[in-house]
């Protein structure tokens, strides 16, 4: 529950300090850090336009975005504090219930009929399959560390001990950033701010949506982005009493949306085409994280 | 035995009624054979999952020995998995070959083929002796055949089926083969031979007689390297065929595999590291040839290669999990490769299905031509969505709940594992992944390129959604989706007697199933049904929220262009070319393009044919070679009568003189050896 409570209350700064970072880089002031949340309530409140070429599919599917994500939140535990439910391979549920939210922003994109749309889905069913099993690696190498199988399990029996363990940790929570990136459609190869063409991938897929769709879909952003934070956490907080662990979960979100930021605005504009090279680095990273978890366990003999 | 003769006496009164009444009646018999024997063989079934098997022994002919018969848990699983299937089959073949009502004597062939086939199916997944199993399989494989070139006006269609009928024998050598050496040994064909057999054997030995079990079986289930006959025979087949093909045809070699593992006592282990094997790249390669097919059928079929790598990653976690007295990580392998074998059958069948509404109503699946669908046909889009959905493994449908047990059979192997096991899972676990995000990609496509957005094409006006009757089978189908997506406990129970027989326990020791990803199949569904709940209270607070609100129409963005165009949309090809450019290395595809030049480039063209690189190498070369070893010898073949009168004559004095010569060698030999 508190876990729940705490990533929808970072996911309401969370974009905010993300976008000040990045103005800030570029040497201009900024927006508040609360002008994304003030959007989306102004979003709430507007009509709406569609195309004529949508279906049903274009108007349900970001109902069921924003659903999928509040669902994935749901198993992510805050250090002794189970999630709203744990149970053994609930990090499974948690990868494909998100990408059930991302089948339907796809199609949702593919019912427009634009050319535009359909390169933003296209993109976007790419790299999230090219993601998919660098996540997989990483937990199954945490529930092999700890002997567990579920979020909430991993989490609280996660010793941070010796030096490879914190090295294991911060290469897990550097994996994270990026599929956390990644997921948002916030590649550092792709700057989503453009509109150009050879750039795109999620903002062109929400083209067409206005009013109260985009409003869900915008949110359901925030809160992606704060649940992965809410998962690094998890690696550092176990152990720590409650008051200490929220401050250090407040400061890791906090860290996490500047270093998302920052990376952001120096990392960004390679080819389109260097992406899958750059998801693809990440299942080797992901991978080395595995063999470290070998070397901890001494299965090498 | 009275049982037995009551079937067949059922069959053979409905194959005389085929062959005796009207077109309009043979159809109805054909369905109302099916359901009942159907229903027949579904009730044994049923007492056989609650605990009470059934066995009886019939005094066979010299010919046969004793056959015996027994529908035990695993039978009976797959007994009411062919027969949902196949009750969904012939409702909707019921409806869909009413367009063909004028080929009269084609369609009682197909009748009655159909309802061969479900006996064969029937009778295989029950006879424990060989050689009635053999004669079962060829029957299957011959009816098969039939139902195949329904549509025998096509070349393609025929030459599709003699390549289905090719490599259904090539399966058969190796079943035989099997069951021959062991007769051969023993000699007994009994089923409980080949058990007694291979526990007095070496282990290599048994793994050898499983390994040739093993290919015969996979060439019809569709294994890669043996699945090239598959994206042939589904895409000609009827619909109705293609769905039941896909459903449970391949599946019966799955039944094959999993009965030859319960039989065959050997080293567990080694088998299952190799089934493993075979599962990952099966997986990976059917979804990567899927999703640049064009063809929607084309493209469901290489889809069924995929789901067979998942029921095989399964079955191939169950035998390590055997080998290694790991019970639990058995018993999640096998329940999950039997749990995806029925959620394939439904998923799988509806698809095709779908497929065929869109057939019947557009008269193509070419998805370069289709679109926007959803407005015209929207039962179809929507049955098609869910299908896709649930076969892309999402919660909150029944694809999730098997591939669930099954990454839940991998973590749990995690804890008893050395470093060899320890990186299969790491590649296990990234490959199923893989396969998952592989199979999002390629039913997006699937089913936005086909319903969604603009037309592609010029598409006649009267196209119009389905007739109810033939979309009642369909929603049946639905609607056990939905049933296992959210009330999954009910068939995991149901799963407990079949998975025992593996894992060898009593059937009432089953407190080791209420652990690990077992337990939690119940927090899923609860959490699948707070998701759809969720979902829907969103869709009402959405629609409360706009009510107050005006709500336009517009074009799609176009950035201020404005010019409609439906060509101007992504196509099936270019929404797979990102994909296409990073797999290219590992596939095949035949490129038809112009260079466009000079200052007024004329018209030019491009086009692009995915093929099989396995078959390239593994069915065509051979054949090539075999063909050139064979012209070699075309000079006999020169079409003169007395040529061929000579040849006879030469045949027939060598067959008289050859013992001659022989008896004169002899002598020959003798003297000289008495010299």
Request: charge should be positive.
């Amino acid at each position: 529950m508190l876990s729940l409570v705490l990533i929808l209350f970072c996911s309401l700064f969370f974009t905010g300090i993300l976008i000040r970072t990045k103005s800030i880089a570029s040497g201009r002031m900024g927006p508040g850090i609360l002008q994304p949340i003030r959007d989306v309530v102004r979003l709430f409140k507007k009509g709406s336009v569609y195309s004529e070429t949508t279906s049903i599919i274009f108007r349900i599917a970001p109902s069921v975005y924003f659903a999928s994500v509040i669902m994935a939140c749901l198993v992510i535990p805050f250090g002794a504090d189970k999630g709203i439910v744990s149970f053994n391979g609930d990090f499974v549920f948690f990868a494909y219930i998100l990408a059930l939210g991302k089948f339907f922003t796809i199609i949702s994109a593919m019912d427009t009929g634009s050319s535009f749309e359909g390169m933003g889905a296209s993109r976007e069913a790419l790299y999230s399959m090219f993601a998919e099993p660098a996540f997989f690696i990483l937990i199954g190498s945490f529930a092999l560390l700890t002997g567990k199988t579920s979020f909430y399990e991993i989490f609280s029996s996660l010793q941070l001990g010796t030096s490879i363990t914190y090295m294991l940790g911060g290469l897990a929570a550097a994996v994270l950033v990026m599929i956390a990136m990644i997921e948002n459609s916030r590649m550092p190869v792709d700057d989503p701010k453009t509109h150009l063409e050879l750039t795109m991938i999620h903002e062109v897929m929400v083209l067409d949506n206005s009013g109260f769709d985009l409003g869900l879909i915008l949110t359901a952003g925030y809160i992606k982005f704060a649940m992965y934070g809410a998962i690094i956490s998890g690696f550092f907080i176990s152990g720590l009493s409650l008051p200490l662990s929220i401050a250090l979960f407040l400061f890791i979100q906090f860290l996490f949306a500047i270093i998302a930021g920052v990376i952001e605005s120096f990392m960004a504009r390679f080819r389109m085409n260097h992406n899958p090279q750059f998801i693809l680095a990440l299942s080797s990273v992901s991978f080395l994280i595995f063999l470290g978890v070998l070397l901890v366990l001494e299965k090498f003999v | 035995m009275a049982l037995i003769n009551i079937l067949l006496l059922i069959e053979f009164l409905a194959i005389a009624a085929v062959l005796l009444f009207k077109t309009k009646v043979k159809g109805i018999v054909t369905v109302a054979t099916v359901i009942i024997v159907s229903v027949i063989t579904g009730y044994f079934a049923f007492r056989s999952l609650s605990g009470n098997s059934f066995a009886i022994t019939l005094l066979g002919t010299v010919l046969f020995g004793q056959v015996k018969i027994s529908v035990d848990a695993l039978s009976a699983w797959f007994i009411l998995t062919i027969n949902f299937t196949m009750i969904t089959g012939v409702l909707y073949g019921f409806n869909y070959m009413k367009k063909y009502r004028k080929r009269e004597a084609q369609l009682t062939l197909h009748s009655i083929a159909f309802m061969v086939a479900h006996f064969a199916l029937l009778g295989i997944c029950s006879v424990q002796n060989g050689f009635v199993f053999l004669l079962l399989w060829e029957v299957l494989a011959l009816s098969v055949f039939t139902l195949v070139i329904f549509d025998n006006t096509k070349a393609e269609t025929i030459k599709a089926g003699i390549n289905y009928l090719v490599q259904s024998h090539i399966s058969i050598v190796f079943v035989m083969l099997g069951f021959i050496y062991v007769a051969y040994k023993t000699g007994s064909v009994s089923f409980d031979a080949i058990r007694d057999f291979s526990g007095s054997q070496t282990p290599l030995a048994g793994t050898a007689l499983f390994l040739c079990f093993f290919t015969g079986f996979a060439i019809k289930a569709g294994f890669v390297p043996f699945h090239t006959w598959l994206p042939y025979a589904h895409p000609a087949a009827p619909s109705h065929v293609s769905g039941v093909m896909s459903g449970v045809v391949i599946k019966i070699g799955i039944y094959g595999i999993l009965r030859m593992l319960l039989l065959i006592r050997t080293d567990y282990s080694t088998i299952g590291y190799i089934v493993l094997f075979i599962s990952v790249i099966t997986g990976l390669y059917g979804v990567m040839l899927a999703i640049i097919q064009h063809d929607l059928k084309k493209l469901l079929a290489y889809h069924s290669i995929e789901n067979i790598g998942i029921i095989g990653i399964g079955i191939g976690l169950g035998c390590i999990g055997l080998g290694t007295g790991n019970k639990l990580m058995a018993a999640l392998g096998f329940m999950g490769a039997l749990l995806h074998t029925l959620n394939h059958s439904l998923f799988k069948s509806l698809l095709f299905y779908s497929a065929g509404n869109v057939l019947q109503s557009v008269h193509t699946v070419n998805m370069e031509r289709l679109g926007g669908l959803i407005k015209k046909m929207p039962q179809t889009a929507l049955l098609f969505l869910v299908s896709a959905i649930a076969i892309c493994g999402l919660p909150p449908l029944n694809g999730f709940i098997s591939e669930f047990l099954i990454y839940g059979g991998l973590y749990t192997w995690l804890f008893s594992a050395s470093l060899l096991s320890l990186v299969s899972i790491v590649f296990s676990v990234a490959a199923l992944a893989l396969i998952g995000g592989l199979a999002i990609l390629c039913f997006t496509k699937a089913f936005s390129i086909v319903f969604l957005g603009n037309p592609r094409s010029e598409q006649q006006p009267e196209i119009t959604e389905t007739s109810f009757w033939q979309l009642f089978p369909m929603y049946l189908a639905v609607a056990m989706m939905i049933m296992i997506g959210l009330f999954p406990t009910l068939f995991i129970n149901a799963l407990e007697r079949p998975v025992c027989l593996f894992t060898g326990t009593p059937a009432y020791d089953t407190d080791f199933l209420k652990t690990g990803a077992v337990e939690s199949v119940k927090t899923v569904s609860l959490l699948s049904i707070g998701f759809i709940l969720f979902i829907l209270f969103l869709i009402g607070l959405r629609k409360y929220a706009g009510k107050r609100k005006e709500t336009h129409i517009r074009t799609t963005w176009d950035c201020g262009y404005g010019e409609k165009n439906p060509r101007i949309q992504y196509t099936a090809a270019s929404f797979a070319r990102s994909y296409l450019k990073h797999a290219k290395p590992i596939l095949d595809i035949e490129k038809d393009e112009t260079e466009v030049s000079g200052v007024f480039p004329e018209k030019k063209h491009y086009s692009s044919h995915p093929y099989d690189k396995i078959e390239r190498v593994l069915i065509d070369k051979p054949l090539k070679l075999i063909d050139s070893i064979t012209d070699l010898f075309l000079f006999l073949q020169n079409g003169q009568l007395q040529r061929y009168i000579l040849y006879g004559i030469i045949f027939i004095a060598s067959v008289i003189a050859f013992p001659q010569i022989y008896g004169k060698i002899q002598s020959l030999i003798y003297f000289l050896n008495n010299l």
